[in-house]
């Protein structure tokens, strides 16, 4: 039975559902881990405060209560889910934390009347948890950063270690010293591999 807009539903009693004709459920997309925050919003009326639930259908006239507002203007916890009731703006609340792969299916907001054991579904939703998303690992390349000054000094002062012993031996002042290129500054290399071959060569 339809009453304007809105559809009744039973809950652990056999009754009637009226929907109406290729209406679709609103699809909800989340991923493991995540929450769902939804408001679903009625209409407001007078009279003794009228409970407002959230429930996982079971069948199609039938659903699972998973947690009922008892008084406007405070949360209602039970296990993973909560609701809030705001009667001044007319809506109210419902999280769902941690949510999982099996938590996927239908479910319904609406206002609970207690005495009838009745739901007035208010919003169809097809919730679709999806597995998590994996990321890859990121790799940092770090560079150590080189002391070529240093370096280049103990080259130098090799460099003219050699000189001086090459210098003192006998045997080898006839022979022009090899320069390596690589050894030292480029400009200090040149300047004493010249000297040093025109010394060689005037002994």
């Given at each position: 039975m339809?009453?304007?807009g809105?559809?009744t539903c039973?809950?652990?009693l056999?009754c ?5 004709q ?9 991923h493991s881990?995540q929450t769902?925050?939804?408001q679903c919003?009625y ?6 405060y ?8 079971a ?5 699972t209560?998973?947690?009922t507002s008892s ?7 039970k296990?993973?889910?909560t ?16 949510l ?5 299916g ?5 206002i ?13 939703i097809?919730?679709v948890v999806s597995?998590a998303?994996?990321t890859?690992?990121t790799?940092?390349l770090?560079?150590l950063p080189?002391?070529?000054?240093r370096?280049?000094?103990?080259h130098?002062?090799?460099?003219e270690?050699?000189?001086?012993g ?9 022979s ?5 290129g690589s050894?030292g500054?480029k ?5 004493l591999c010249?000297?040093?071959l025109?010394?060689?060569l005037?002994?």
């Open positions: 339809a009453w304007g809105v559809h039973c809950f652990h056999c009637c559902c009226s929907w109406p290729g209406a679709v459920p609103e699809e909800l997309h989340k881990g769902l925050l939804l919003q209409s407001p009326k007078r009279g003794p009228q409970p407002k639930s959230w429930c996982q259908q069948s199609p006239n039938w659903c209560l998973l947690v008084k406007p203007q405070t949360a209602v916890q296990s993973r889910y609701i809030w009731d705001k009667p001044n703006a007319s809506i109210f609340k419902i999280t769902m934390i941690q999982t792969q099996n938590d996927s239908f479910y319904w907001c609406g609970y009347n207690a005495s009838e054991n009745i739901i007035t579904v208010l919003r169809n097809n919730l597995p998303p994996t890859s690992p790799w940092t770090t560079w080189t002391n070529t000054g370096l280049e000094r103990s130098q002062a090799a460099w270690t050699q000189i001086q090459r210098g003192n031996q006998g045997g080898l002042k006839s022009a010293p090899i320069c390596l050894a500054p400009l200090l290399v040149s300047v010249g000297l040093l025109a010394k060689g005037m002994l």
